[in-house]
């Protein structure tokens, strides 16, 4: 990346693996959606091993203590049919993609990119939606 980007939000596929550059190397101010908390939450139960869910607590307490949490709100619910609505006319079914829609709902809203491993994911939203793509 040529040149420093002000603030980003992390989609979840950062958080759970990050690069092997410090996130926050991306941009001046990194923040996680409240969406991804929510995963990182369902994501404790999912872990059989108690050492792994040991882990992911961890990992969810670092992520709320470091990153400013975006909240999804109405302005956020409506850029949410938006995007929904531009996959959809692209040719594919939003419904797999509802909570990576919800995220980048929340990067459209907040006028912040969304950087992600994904950037593929997000191929049809680039009308609206600023995509940093992270290794």
Known sequence: MSEQIRRVLLDTSVVIAP???DPAAVADAVSVSAITVAELHYGLGTAADPVEQHRRR?????VTDTYDVLPFDVE???TYGLLANLVRGAGSDPRPRR???LIAATAVRHGVPLATRNAAD?????RVLSVVPVG
Not at 58 to 62: A, D, G, K, Q
Not at 122 to 126: P, W
Request: hydrophobic letters at 40%; proline letters at 11%; zero cysteines.
């Open 122 to 126: 997000f191929r049809h939203l680039d």
């Open 58 to 62: 961890e990992r969810l307490r670092l």
């Open 19 to 21: 690069p092997p550059d």
């Open 99 to 101: 909570l990576d829609l």
């Open 76 to 78: 956020a619910a409506e």
